[in-house]
C-alpha cells in the first residue's frame, strides 16, 4: 500500500540545521508527504515553528558543541517546554539525554533523562540495517503501522532513567530503546527517511497525531 500525503498541511515545520545530519534525505520523504520544511539555524525561526526535527549523523561531542555554537541549546529546550512537536532521529534521540560517553563524557540537552552509552552486545558495531521495533506502550506515532521494521545505524544508544518514557524496543544482542517519547518529544534510534512504507507512515502519524497544544 502506498502512503497517501498529507492533505492540505499547512503548518510550519524547522529541520533545525547544526551542520551534522543529512538533511537533505528527511526533506526528501517530508516533500512526498506533502510537506515543505524550513531548514534553518536561526533561532527566530525554528521557535516560530508549529512542528521540529531534530537529526543527526556523526559524534555526540561534536554535535552538541555546534548546537552550542550556533546558540541552539536553549533553543530545543524551549521547544520541549513550550510542547511543540519535537522528533529527535538517531543522533538527534541521542541528543535529547542528559549525557553521552561516547568520546569522553559530554552533556546532552536533558529533555528525556538519561544516558548514551555504546553498544556493548557481542554482535558488529555500528548495528546497520533492518530491525524490529517492539512496542512498549500505545504511541500516537506508530499507529497503523502493519510492519516494525525500521532502519538502523548507530554504534551508541540511549538508556532513559525513567523505563515508562520507553515507547519501543529493538534486540541487537542486546536489547535496546529504539524510540522514547515524553510529552510531544519523542525520538527514534532508527531513520524514518530510509525505512520505506513504515518510516513514512511514521512520519506522517507525527505530523498528523501530534498537536503543540495537547500531550500525548
Known sequence: MIIQPISNFTYK????????????????????????????????IIL????????????????????????????????HYRRTPLL??????????????????HEGLCIIPGAVDKLTAEMPVPHVGWNTAVSCRQSQAFMG??????????SYHFKPDDPD?????????????????LFNTIGVQFHPEKSHRAG???????????????NV
Open 88 to 105: 529527535g532521529i538517531c543522533l538527534g534521540m541521542q541528543l535529547l539525554a542528559s549525557f553521552s560517553t561516547e568520546n569522553g563524557f
Open 13 to 44: 515545520v524547522a529541520l533545525i540545521d547544526y551542520g551534522m545530519s543529512n538533511l537533505a534525505s528527511i526533506q526528501n520523504s517530508l516533500i512526498y508527504l506533502g510537506i515543505n520544511p524550513i531548514i534553518s539555524s536561526d533561532p527566530t
Open 145 to 154: 503501522i502493519s510492519t516494525t521494521d525500521f532502519y538502523f545505524i548507530h
Open 165 to 181: 518514557s520507553i515507547v519501543t524496543k529493538t534486540d541487537y544482542g542486546e536489547t535496546f530503546a529504539s524510540s522514547v517519547q
Open 200 to 214: 513514512l507512515q511514521f512520519l506522517k502519524n507525527f505530523f498528523v497525531n501530534f498537536s503543540c497544544k495537547k
Open 48 to 79: 516560530s515553528a508549529e512542528f521540529a526535527i531534530l537529526p543527526g549523523v556523526g559524534a555526540f561531542g561534536e554535535a552538541i558543541r555546534n548546537i552550542h555554537s550556533n546558540g541552539l541549546f536553549n533553543v530545543i529546550k524551549e521547544l
